[in-house]
């Protein structure tokens, strides 16, 4: 198919069944995102995994009960009640948006940043709130003997590890641990590599060079071990507020601080190219300063590829706290985390217990996946100029 | 005589290329007036643009950099404005339409944002009255339903449409001056009527001065009160329109009308064009800068670079042998 019947053919699409409206870049989109197959795919393995991420803290496991009763979780009426109202509340806003009824990506990124902040106050909680942290609990059995390495059965899916916990339990509490270095890396990316990358990109000499050079400086340091170096350091601070010293916080902020250099400089390139453009002149001519034109100008056109390239970079930091976990330099134990649970699993796995290393190691994989199918996704959607198409 | 609403003198306008140093506009004066429509005319490259761009100050340095000259603008001097006043200026007092409406609209926002924008940087007003001037202003330059377009994105209008638009967001806080750089060169014929009458009605009703630039010598002809020609980065010719296009000084305005159709004209030869191609901006000639190119150099053309005088017909000419040359009786050889 050529390019011209592929866009007429989207266009169609589009209008079908909304004759008189107009067409929006946002329904443009949201049509060929909606023929991405394997990214629609990603995106609502992700909208599951971020969901019961972000709802852990509710399941409750009644101690003293073989197994948990029927089954490792339990859940309350209210509990049900407010996980109810949240999927079908998102599911229905997200359902309108994809029929185009919502308009505006400002719509996704109200939803997005609802849910994200959702997200860190409740990931707020396992960290400062150590009494909720019953994924650590062990499972003990009706003599009290406690149930080491159980192997997967109905009532315990995931089994247990060698000392006792449920694994689907910190198999969904280590998700959080995960998706919050995710956002927060990508969140402190997007913001550090924007405000370099347009700076860079808009002033050119002194400040473009200063600002790139030093770009340079940060993409060169080895990520692993400067990580590892300053992973160690940083609790011996005084001067640092708790919450960075431990759990996923100060890893997050630590990698995002490291590797932001990557979208600086498709920022800087975007700029280079749009602060030529006649409409950026037209602005100037009709009186708008440098902020205004930065921000309210240049950059609403360059935000498709710092959406695509935000979004994988958020996938990479996943990998790499999962790496640094691994190695024993990331979240401490007992804050459960894939990556430090595929550590202890690779532990216990020559022994015949596979489980606690599979189950960890699979939900990493398939996350980062699904991050970096929605990554293709966007990229497809954001750029109508791409002809290959995937389905 | 009344003060001139833009006085520019002696603008020079150098860009520092790898080649060296490009003299784009080298020694330019003139006047305009309150109301005044004028036209500046020549080839690509002559600098008509760079003239318009200093005047706004969107020069940007290192690459451009005005060396010498004042721009007085309605009493102040717009090289020593600070640059805070001078964005009130920009879009406030001297508006700008592009070449290209294709490209001089974002294409992420609205119309209805980006006139409410503009409208909202210069004048003192709300929101919505904001919007209520939008609409009025789409409804002057005969934009149909004004008030459903505001919500459309600019690829939603085609290019004579947008042309208009950029017009009413130029003329939405009434400046004294608008410079339209070549404002039609990117529509076709029929359009192109359509904007000059209507940029024309407009800027007979406001009284708004018009600096039009524009290498197209018909659009000049019924629009400007007074022309002014270009060459190689400084003004060769200067006057009224009916001067300039009856009784032509200088050999270029003479080779450029040369060069044109004309409707009212039956044409049984080729077209006549202008020999060569301009001369290198960097070492310029020593002499009239026009004269490797002219039909009628002399010795003292290579010598001495003319200046601009009154010439016994009304206007001015930067020419050694305007005198001499009576260029409106000679018929033009037809270039092969």
Redo the contacts between chains.
């Keep these: 198919m050529t390019e011209r019947e592929s866009s007429d053919q989207l266009v169609l699409e589009a209008a079908e069944g909304i004759s008189a409206e ?1 067409i ?2 946002w329904d443009l989109f949201v049509t060929r995102l909606r023929r991405h197959r394997l990214a629609m795919v990603a995106f609502f393995f992700m909208a599951f995994v971020t969901y019961v991420a972000l709802m852990a803290p509710l399941f409750t496991c009644e101690k003293n009960v073989t197994f948990c009763g029927s089954g490792p979780i339990q859940m309350s009426f209210l509990t049900t009640l407010i996980m109810v109202v949240v999927a079908v509340g998102s599911g229905y806003l997200a359902y309108r948006s994809f029929k185009g009824q919502l308009r505006g990506a400002g719509t996704a990124l109200a939803i997005v940043a609802v849910v994200s902040v959702l997200f860190l106050i409740s990931s707020w909680g396992i960290i400062d709130l150590p009494h909720i942290n019953h994924y650590a609990d062990q499972l003990p059995d009706e003599d009290g003997r406690i149930l080491v390495n159980i192997a997967p059965r109905s009532s315990l899916p995931m089994g247990t590890d060698d000392i006792g916990r449920d694994v689907l339990s910190r198999v969904i509490h280590g998700g959080r641990a995960s998706l919050a270095v995710g956002i927060v890396v990508g969140a402190l990316v997007a913001l550090l590599g924007t405000v370099v990358g347009a700076l860079a990109g808009y002033y ?2 002194v400040v473009d060079q200063s600002l790139m050079r030093f770009t340079d400086l940060v993409l060169g340091l080895p990520l692993l071990p400067v990580a590892i170096v300053v992973g160690r350091v940083l609790p011996e601070l005084r001067i640092l507020p708790g919450f960075l010293k431990q759990g996923a916080w100060g890893i997050a902020v630590l990698l995002g601080a490291l590797i932001w250099g990557g979208l600086a400089r498709i920022v800087r390139a975007e700029f280079l190219s749009l602060r030529e ?3 950026v ?9 440098d902020r205004r034109i930065i921000f ?2 240049i950059l ?2 360059a935000i498709s590829p710092i959406i695509v390239q935000t979004t994988l970079v958020v996938g990479t930091a996943i990998i790499v706290e999962a790496a640094l976990s691994f190695l024993g330099f990331g979240v401490r134990p007992p804050i459960p985390t894939w990556g430090g649970m595929s550590a202890a699993g690779a532990a216990i796995a020559p022994r015949g217990y596979w489980w606690e290393l599979v189950f960890s190691a699979g939900a990493l994989i398939s996350t980062v996946l699904a991050i970096n199918f929605m990554g293709d996704g966007l990229r497809d959607a954001l750029d109508p100029t791409q002809t290959i198409e995937r389905k | 005589m009344p003060e001139p609403l833009l006085d520019v003198e002696d603008l020079r306008t150098y860009f520092s290329t790898e080649e060296g140093v490009v003299k784009a506009v080298d020694g330019v004066s003139f006047k305009v007036n309150a109301g005044e429509r004028r036209g500046v005319v020549g080839e690509s490259g002559c600098g008509k643009s760079v003239t318009a761009m200093s005047i ?1 100050r ?1 020069i940007e340095p ?1 690459a451009g950099e005005i060396v010498t000259g004042t721009i007085t603008f309605d009493g102040r001097d717009l090289l020593k404005l600070p640059e ?1 006043q001078m ?6 007092e001297i ?2 339409i ?3 409406p294709m ?7 609205t119309i209805g944002d980006q006139l409410i ?2 409208i909202l ?2 004048q003192d007003v709300s929101k919505s009255e904001a919007r209520d001037i939008a609409i009025d202003i789409l409804g002057d330059v005969h934009i149909p339903h004004a008030k459903n377009r505001m919500e ?2 600019p690829h ?1 209008f085609s290019g004579g449409m947008r042309q208009r638009v ?1 017009i009413a ?1 130029g003329l939405s806080c009434d400046p004294k001056l608008l410079i339209a750089d070549e404002p039609t060169t990117a529509l076709d014929v029929t359009t192109q009527a359509q904007i000059m009458s209507l940029m024309l009605e407009l800027a007979e009703q406001r009284n708004t001065a018009v600096l039009l630039i524009t290498h197209d010598l018909g659009v000049v002809a019924g629009f400007c009160d007074t022309i002014q020609v270009m060459y190689a980065g400084s003004i060769v010719e200067r006057g009224s329109a009916v001067e300039i296009f009856n009784n032509p000084q200088h050999p270029y305005t003479w080779g450029l009308l040369g060069s044109m159709t004309r409707l009212d004209e039956v044409h049984r030869k080729r077209l006549n064009s202008v020999r060569g191609a301009p001369p290198s901006l960097i070492n310029p000639p020593k002499g009239c800068r026009f004269a490797p190119r002219c039909d009628f150099t002399k010795q003292i053309c290579v010598e001495a670079l003319p200046i601009l005088r009154q010439s016994p017909e009304g206007q001015r000419v930067a020419c050694h042998r305007a005198d001499e040359l009576d260029l409106k009786n000679l018929e033009m050889e037809p270039t092969l």
């Design positions: 107009p929006t870049q050119p000499g453009k006649e409409f002149e037209a602005a100037r001519a009709a009186g708008a300063n309210r100008h609403p056109n | 706004m969107l290192p805070a964005q009130r200026v920009r879009g406030g508006a700008m592009f070449q290209d490209t001089a609209l974002n294409p992420v926002y924008e503009t940087l210069h459309d994105y939603q950029m967001m």
